[in-house]
């Protein structure tokens, strides 16, 4: 049975799962078992990446339609002061940002350049801290050059440059985070967040 004629209430089989892969209802992570057998939480946890934390059900329980949803729902930026995402040349946005999945999430800056097709852009950083006021402090940097209308820029170091521009989101995690776009840039440009299932993988803005 296709996934879109699937009842709410009904329970899910691993053949259920794998179409709702093929109609881009969720990500792979595991290939699927050809099956009519019924998924448990921890085979859907297992085959796709679902936000797991918010079904109520044990490891070993089966789960119904209305119980899976996709991991992007997962994660959510909280703001609680700025203006998000951050336009014009200096502004800031203070918020939380959570991962509510049960595995790690890549998160980096975005910049985008707008109505400018050319020209440097700098200054641009997201502080991520330990939760209330928690001790660490990670600090990844944007730095590039512009060469189209419109062009998505990301984070490429990290204040030590040793790791690349991704932030690690731990699961179940919450940080503190400050995004800054300083690069005296107007025109439409924006600095937000964005998310990853994988260092190499495709992202989306948060």
């Given at each position: 049975m296709p996934?879109?004629?699937?009842a709410n209430n009904q329970a899910v089989t691993f053949n259920n799962l794998q179409d709702a892969v093929n109609t881009n209802v969720f990500l792979l992570?595991?290939?699927?078992?050809?099956?009519?057998?019924c998924?448990?939480?921890?085979d859907a946890d297992y085959y796709v990446y679902i936000n797991a934390s918010v079904i109520l059900k044990q490891p070993n329980q089966l789960v119904v339609k209305q119980d899976l949803t996709s991991y992007t729902t997962g994660i959510i930026y909280?703001?609680?002061?700025?203006?998000?995402?951050?336009?014009?040349?200096?502004?800031?946005?203070?918020?939380?940002?959570?991962?509510?999945?049960?595995?790690n999430v890549f998160i980096r800056g975005l910049?985008?350049?707008?109505?400018?097709n050319s020209g440097t852009v700098g200054n641009n950083r997201v502080y991520y801290r330990a939760y209330s006021g928690g001790p660490t402090i990670y600090l990844y940097y944007l730095s590039a050059n512009i060469t189209n209308f419109g062009q998505n820029i990301l984070t490429n170091r990290d204040s030590d440059s040793?790791?690349?521009?991704w932030f690690v989101l731990p699961p179940n995690s919450t940080y503190d985070i400050t995004i800054d776009k300083f690069d005296g840039l107007s025109s439409g440009t924006t600095?937000?967040?964005?998310?990853?299932?994988s260092v190499d993988g495709t992202y989306t803005a948060i």
């Open positions: 996934w879109s004629t699937l992570r595991n290939t699927i078992p050809v099956s009519n057998e998924i448990t939480k921890a909280y703001s609680t002061g700025g203006i998000y995402p951050v336009t014009g040349p200096s502004n800031s946005s203070f918020g939380t940002l959570t991962n509510n999945n049960s595995f910049f985008n350049s707008g109505a400018i040793i790791r690349p521009g600095f937000r967040l964005a998310q990853s299932l």
